[in-house]
């Protein structure tokens, strides 16, 4: 069984890019990762270059020299040979999760915005609310 998910940069414009990821795209995985591993706009850029994913690692590559990061991005492109599938982009947020289930099986969407990330769930739409009071939550729950 996959979580599947989005991860979207929001530009000053509010439209926003984002890439698919096949699996653990619940909070506790993708939303850790992204805050201590993606958190600057260059780096985010880099993750976004690999396009679609299979599965979201702390490291890019094997030679990323990320620190503190084990799992190694899987991207259908470089790593499985298929077509590479670019950022998609979006008019704004609000498009963007309102289609990410039809379109995709998207259970969780991530946003960066303002330097922080934000996560909201394609089947029931709330407010966006940031990671780290997500995670908060659950550990506190």
């Known amino acids: 069984m996959s979580t599947r998910g989005l991860i979207a ?3 000053a414009d509010r439209s926003c890019r984002s890439i698919y990821v096949h699996f653990d795209m619940y ?3 993708a939303g850790v990762c992204l805050n201590a591993h993606y958190n600057t706009k260059e780096r985010i850029e880099a993750l976004f270059a690999l396009g679609d994913l299979s599965g979201l690692g702390g490291r890019l590559s094997n030679d990323d020299p990320e620190p503190d990061a084990q799992d190694v991005c899987h991207a259908y492109h ?8 670019p ?10 999760l309102a289609r990410a289930e039809d379109a995709y099986w998207a259970e969780y969407v991530y946003l960066f915005r303002d330097g922080k990330w934000y996560v909201n769930t394609a089947y029931c739409p709330k407010e966006w609310r940031l990671v780290e009071e997500v995670l908060k939550e659950r550990n506190n729950g």
């Open 78 to 85: 470089r790593d499985y040979g298929e077509e590479l599938c």
């Open 27 to 29: 909070p506790s995985g």
């Open 9 to 11: 940069i929001e530009a």
């Open 87 to 96: 950022p998609r982009v979006w008019a704004d947020a609000g498009e963007m």
